[in-house]
């Protein structure tokens, strides 16, 4: 199934979790992959510089990832955790041993005044990826939510609060001085397939898009334009997309997706279980392809890589 | 052997090994120590500050110490500096995942503009510590060798290059700028004892000596001076004092060492196995106290400490 696809051009668009795990597919299956990472979810842990979605489709292309948790490393250790936590710090957001080399690297050099994308492409490198992992932007993005309990940055709502807070806005502080990262432009230009992954619309591909310049360079990309929805029988499976489309207004549903991606895609990617929206999408102005969309197993993300540069 | 010390208000000047293990003694003997600690091989490791005579003093007087090693903590494991090298860092500084907790606390606090007397204290507070220790300046010094093999910072020489080459000069970078840390001075103006740790003349005890401010005060200071020699017949227990008496000049003994403090010491404190220098170093204009130097376990630091405390 991979073997037409491998020349294709392909660039995704992801946060972490089941886009990270798209990306996986994508990077397996075309020898030209670009995956561009949400970095609104950056903060500073401990002093470091913790870049989580970077991080997780690092992690989950050099097949280091903890599958059970979707984050962080496997046969992790928290010793350093532990101790930080003796030492007073507090100590809500994990951060394994292995999993710290990565932070410090990335502190060490950004502070040396290396920007995140050539870090990102050393640390990838390093951990023998083929494919290029681009941050949205070298400029530091933070997502920020507006809850029915006050205002917080997106780490907070979502590790600290176990995102338990209804979310009634989301800003994207340091958005209007963001510029795409180098290398983001381009690809997404020169690509056959841009790939919007599985990813929550508001906090994962949402900072992406509001990069200045990146709806633009979709709009005027010659790729075919894909999107696979991050919603399945009404419910998102993992993360609290379900909920932030009800309290932001929108419909719990893949054309509720769809409909926040109009006129940025050609093809919006449906699970069977939603076939019956596929007629209400079409009619957003956009085609619709219905298959398989879980992917938690390397076979099945390999196939609907494939599927996706099939098209 | 310690009750009739126990009030006595004492301070220590020290670098890591032996001193540290005076200074815990000394702590234990007394319920008013202060600890003063050199600074100078304070280093950046992988962009994490590191100021390791302090952690061996702190971490000595809390017992979680390496007795082996001298340096680092207990029960050690190392999986983020295992991870650091695969990520490509130059990881020629072992630091284990217990102990990184404290670098990046400190890291952390001082980038976030904390003396590093002050993070010292708070770490002292965590570790459950009774007695204070204090950097011996909160300014950054930074130790430099002139070696037969051109300049190096201290970890450089001591760590990397395993204290091999032989030191023709030694200098203190940002010495001029450096002023006695807060507590520093009215510590040694204000105590019964002022004691030099068996610590390298050269690179543990010169760079505390050499902060503007610190020779007058314990020329001026009330309280009993006392050193004793990092010199056992003839050699350093460990380290390169030794190496550095003969490079640099000076006699390799016990007499060499205290020629180096005339002027700012009433007793000098030699091993048993050097009682025959004694009337030299008394020719010195000092007052020589003959023991037992050997203090690798509790009961005899406890029992040095005690007939240091009684001078």
Known sequence: ??????????????????GARL?????????NATIIVNTGDDAEIYG???????????????????????????????ATQTALAELGEDAWFTLGDRDLATHITRTRRLRAGHSLTRVT????????????????????????????????????????????????????????AARPA???VEAISDSDAV?????NPFVSIGPILAVPGMREALQQSPARR???????????????????????????SSLGVAKLYRGLIDVFVIDNRDAAAA?????????????????????????????????
Chains 1, 2 share one sequence.
């Not at 696809?5 to 995704?12: I, L, P, S």
Request: charged share 25%; proline share 5%; with cysteine.
């Open 48 to 78: 470091l510089w913790v870049s989580p979605d970077v991080d997780t489709v690092m992690y989950t292309l050099a097949d280091v990832i903890d599958p059970q948790a979707g984050w962080g490393r496997r046969d992790e250790t928290y």
């Open 195 to 199: 790939i919007f992954g599985p990813s």
């Open 23 to 31: 990306a996986d597919g994508i990077a397996a299956a075309s020898n």
């Open 1 to 18: 199934m991979d073997r037409p696809a491998a020349g294709t051009r392909a660039t995704v668009l992801t946060g972490g979790g089941g």
């Open 121 to 176: 492409a050393d640390l990838c490198e390093a951990m023998g990826l083929g494919a290029r992992v681009l941050p949205m932007s070298d400029e530091p993005v933070s997502t920020r939510l507006d809850t029915e309990h006050g205002g917080m940055a997106f780490q907070e709502y979502f590790v600290r609060r176990k995102h338990r807070d209804r979310v009634q806005a989301i800003t994207f502080d340091g958005i209007d």
């Open 226 to 252: 894909i999107a696979v929805s991050p919603i399945i029988g009404g419910a998102a499976l993992k993360g609290p997309a379900a909920d932030m489309l009800d309290s932001l207004g929108h419909e719990v």
């Open 279 to 311: 007629a209400d999408i079409e009619a957003l102005g956009m085609d619709v392809r219905v298959t398989d969309t879980m992917i938690a197993q390397k076979p099945d993300r390999l196939r609907l890589a494939g599927e996706l540069l099939a098209l």
């Open 182 to 184: 180098p290398g983001v």
